[in-house]
């Protein structure tokens, strides 16, 4: 089962920032955050991922607390192509190897 | 663009059909990976390759066979498949997952199959 859990929808004008909310209280020390996106017909994207420190990269923002609980992606500037579902996921490691365990995801449309 | 490449696009078959689905990366990632999606639903894991080898199977039937004849190619094989099975099949890799977890998948477009 996925551990995480997320607002099933989430609007958001275009030129504003995105703000994706993403709980996962069950999270253990060692396991990292992952965000992906599936915009409709294609595979998911990866946008970014984070232990315990904010990250930035040329997609987005990830504000993880301190306690590792919960997590927020930032998209500063959300444009039209941004709408898809996003998925916040937990990597699980099995047997040496990494799984990674979708949620439902959160539909993000971006309006003009 | 994607950087992994998934063959065909689009499939439809019989139920007594046999056929495969093929993957193929050049960035020299060492783990490959399908996904089934069905319509409106979170990809599903089915198959985890790591250095060539089968390191996770998620109980899926034996009808779906998968194969890694090298480190850039990854197929899946089909045989006597039901209509249930009709979904968009992903494929994916990363890098060396013998190193730090927290190596991001690369996802292909996914081949759409139909089982008629």
């Known amino acids: 089962d996925a551990k995480t859990t997320q607002p099933p929808s989430m609007d958001c004008a275009e030129g504003r920032a995105a703000n994706l909310p993403c709980n996962h209280s069950?999270?253990?020390?060692?396991?990292?955050v992952y965000w992906y996106r599936q915009i409709h017909s294609q595979g998911p994207q990866y946008i970014i991922h984070?232990?315990?420190n904010n990250e930035t990269n040329e997609m987005a923002s990830l504000i993880i607390t301190e306690d590792r609980k919960s997590s927020t992606l930032i998209r500063p500037h959300a444009t039209l192509r941004d709408t898809a579902v996003y998925y916040c996921?937990?990597?699980?490691?099995?047997?040496?190897?990494?799984?990674?365990?979708f949620g439902k995801g959160m539909k993000l449309t971006v309006n003009p | 663009d994607t950087e992994v490449t998934q063959t065909p696009k689009h499939l439809v078959m019989g139920m007594t059909n046999k056929k495969s689905l093929k993957c193929e990366q050049h960035?020299?990632?060492?783990?490959m990976y399908w996904y089934k999606q069905k319509a409106k639903k979170p990809p599903e894991l089915m198959f985890v390759?790591?250095?060539?080898?089968?390191?996770i199977n998620e109980s899926v039937p034996s009808r779906f066979s998968p194969e890694c004849p090298n480190s850039s190619l990854l197929n899946l094989h089909l045989h006597a498949l039901q209509p249930e099975d009709s979904a968009l099949y992903l494929c994916?890799?990363?890098?060396?997952?013998?190193?730090?977890?927290?190596?991001?998948?690369?996802f292909g477009d996914g081949t759409r199959l139909s089982i008629l």
């Open positions: 994916a890799s990363s890098q060396d997952i013998r190193g730090p977890w927290n190596q991001p998948q690369h």
């Open positions: 069950t999270i253990s020390g060692n396991e990292y």
């Open positions: 984070g232990l315990k």
């Open positions: 996921i937990v990597l699980i490691t099995q047997g040496g190897s990494e799984k990674l365990v």
């Open positions: 960035m020299g990632h060492r783990a």
């Open positions: 390759y790591s250095y060539e080898k089968l390191s």
